[in-house]
């Protein structure tokens, strides 16, 4: 970021552009005809949705903090209530 100067909020925000313009190719890209079995392209898909969620708050991956740990809790360990 300092080699072109610009500050990091316009960087993140450059980068998240990118990121959802991503997720878009990704969609359409799902949503086409393959000779792919969809199990594998659901693992594929499930496999980019898990470095989203990680990601999207810094790096949740290397640094788990309470972000990360809440996310995982409330998947894995709160009940859903109905």
């Known amino acids: 970021m300092e080699e072109y100067g610009v500050i990091a ?7 998240n552009k990118h990121v959802e313009s991503a997720w878009k190719d990704v969609n359409k ?10 199990e594998v392209l659901n693992r594929i898909l499930n496999l980019a949705r898990v470095m989203n969620v990680l990601y999207s708050e ?5 640094y ?4 990360t740990k809440g996310i995982i809790s409330s998947l894995l ?4 209530t109905l």
Do not use: R
């Not at 810094?58 to 290397?62: E, I, L, V």
């Not at 788990?64 to 972000?67: D, E, Q, R």
């Open 64 to 67: 788990v903090g309470k972000a």
């Open 29 to 38: 890209g799902f949503l086409k005809p393959t000779e792919m079995p969809i």
């Open 77 to 80: 360990i709160e009940p859903i």
């Open 9 to 15: 909020q316009e960087a993140y925000d450059v980068f």
């Open 58 to 62: 810094g790096d949740g991956y290397t």
